[in-house]
């Protein structure tokens, strides 16, 4: 190139650096524990600058100190019904320092393989480990006469309570539920207890939660893969390190494999509160706006657009809400920050099939709306009500389009399992939310008939400052007890969907689809978010994907 270009060129840029034509890239910076966000920002097609991890050395120190440490002055008490799963448990103990172990099995069958290990745990390792049959601890008393008995077999103070499934069959009946919420009573009021760890109990996940707001240590860990063959939990418990010593106490996490790297990542499952009213107040709040609507109905929000009256022919997006509080209220942030006119669905607290409620909404969408496309945004449990609204549309010929955010199907049942099922189930749901925390209540409430008996024996324990607002208390409870039984009741429809989907999720979990390609024969287009289950409804970005997908 001749010189006089190079300088020309060199004058051009120049020139038009200093009127700010011509900036520098952005750069992109993101603290290592957001690496998942920085991955996705740098996939972005519209991003077009540097990604940068920072990486501390308080980074490096800590990644270097995961290995949990035990107290060779506590004693560790390990319960369950597989000897094999007991043993490893405790060999991660000892190999941890634990001196004092006590394994609680439920059967006694142990092989000469198990008898050995034990053997050489006691020999190698200078450790005092005692093996005790004792049935499963389902009341109040062998609870109590466990712990009693553990204490006493080898001394010292209980620093930990390790619980495994008490049966290996894919129904426990309820025995591991019973055993974790009865040691949970009886180890209350033990001071010196550090951990309380559920490993491969999916119904212990309430109890942890529980005990989480009442400030007591609570871990509930689960593999998904756990029942395929070759599972190993002696390989797989490597991720309690990292669980036990994290500053950021997680109550309930998911293991889950990774195809890519071949090994296994642990997500924080989400917690239930996110998806339930958060105080008593904003439960009885719901319970009014339920009771002034004998009919459901759609409910004009504020949002960007003018209003349907002043643009009749632009698109309308229509949200179907979840059950955190009234939804106007909870819906108010994402509705300003949609360009299109914006309705929200409005319950009813008389009892309906989630079937009927669908075909009465898509009545009132399509008087709203003379013309599809509809676009349909089902928030968390209102997810499901979502899909039934958009096979009804669609049989009558019209199309849909469907954002759903956080409401999948499959992920709002493992919530509603953290409840359990049957009567625990609904004598949970009520202590939960009136924040009853008396175990002896809780007893009380499940062996009562039926839901009506135990909503009129809960509502006995109201504080007196909502005495007067008993009555909306109690429509809200059977509401969301409504609710909850319609998802478990929901049959797959057999026919998929035709219109697009996609589903928004908080940047923290798993960037899986949910089973949603059971629902929608088009792709399920996968959207991540910061902020929890609740807080995305108020994610500018949230908002954003919105107005993309509607235009």
């Not at 966000?37 to 991003?47: E, G, Q």
């Not at 204490?151 to 019973?178: D, H």
């Not at 209220?329 to 409620?357: D, G, N």
């Amino acid at each position: 190139m001749p010189s006089e270009w190079k300088e020309a060129l060199h004058f051009g840029v120049q020139d038009a650096v200093m009127r700010g034509i011509v900036q520098p890239l952005e750069c992109a910076v993101f603290p290592r524990k957001q690496s998942q966000l920085a991955f996705r920002t740098l996939s972005d097609v519209h991003h077009m600058g540097k990604v940068l991890l920072t990486v501390s050395a308080d980074d490096n120190a800590k990644t270097q100190q995961l290995k949990f440490r035990c107290d060779s002055q506590s004693s560790y008490l390990v319960a369950g019904g597989k000897a094999e799963e007991c043993v490893d448990v405790a060999e991660w103990l000892v190999l941890r320092g634990a001196c004092n172990v006590v394994i609680a099995l439920n059967c006694r069958s142990v092989s000469n393989q198990l008898t050995r290990r034990i053997g050489l745990l006691r020999s190698y390792h200078n450790t005092h480990l005692v093996l005790v049959f004792t049935p499963a601890a389902t009341t109040s008393t062998s609870a109590t006469n466990l712990l009693e008995a553990a204490t006493s077999a080898i001394g010292g103070k209980l620093g930990a309570i390790f619980i495994l499934p008490a049966e290996t069959t894919e129904r426990e009946n309820g025995i591991t539920v019973s055993t974790v919420s009865h040691l949970d009573a009886a180890s209350r009021g033990i001071k010196t207890l550090r951990h309380f760890v559920c490993l491969l109990a999916e119904g212990s996940w309430s109890t942890c939660e529980m005990r989480h707001h009442a400030g007591l240590p609570a871990l509930a860990v689960h593999w998904p893969h756990s029942k395929r063959k070759g599972f190993s939990l002696r390989q797989s418990m490597q991720v309690l390190d990292a669980l036990l010593t994290s500053e950021e106490k997680a109550v309930v996490v998911i293991v889950k494999e990774e195809k890519e790297t071949g090994g296994s990542k642990a997500y924080t499952a989400p917690s239930l509160d996110t998806f339930l009213p958060a105080s008593i107040e904003e439960l009885a709040a719901l319970g009014e706006d339920l009771a002034m609507c004998s009919s459901c109905c759609l409910k004009e929000l504020t949002s960007l657009s003018p209003g349907k009256a002043f643009v009749k022919e632009v698109p309308s997006v229509f949200i179907i809400p979840g059950l955190q509080g009234p939804p106007s209220e909870v819906l108010k942030p994402l509705a300003r920050q949609i360009m299109f006119p914006t309705f929200c669905v409005r319950l009813s607290h008389t009892s309906s099939s989630l079937s009927e409620t669908a075909g009465l909404l898509a009545k009132h969408i399509r008087e709203a709306q003379k013309k599809g496309p509809y676009n349909l945004v089902g928030v968390s449990w209102g997810g499901v009500l979502t899909l039934e609204l958009a096979r009804i549309l669609e049989t009558e010929g019209v199309e849909t389009r469907v954002v759903l955010l956080d409401g999948a199907l499959d992920m709002i049942r493992s919530m509603v399992d953290l409840l359990n099922q049957g009567s625990e189930l609904e004598a949970n749901l009520i202590c939960r939310l009136l924040q009853i925390s008396s175990m002896k209540v809780h007893e009380e409430l499940m062996q009562l008939p039926d839901w009506s008996s135990r909503l009129n024996r809960a509502l006995l324990e109201l504080p007196s400052k909502m005495k007067s607002r008993e009555k909306h208390l109690g429509i809200a409870l059977t509401a969301v007890a409504d609710h909850i039984s319609s998802i478990l009741q929901f049959q797959h429809p057999g026919t998929l969907l035709s219109g697009e989907v996609t589903l928004v999720r908080p940047a923290d979990e798993s960037e899986d689809n949910c089973g949603l390609t059971k629902f929608f024969k088009q792709t399920v287009n996968m959207k991540m978010v910061e902020g929890n289950h609740k807080t995305i409804i108020s994610n500018r970005e949230t908002g954003n994907i919105i107005n993309r997908f509607v235009l």
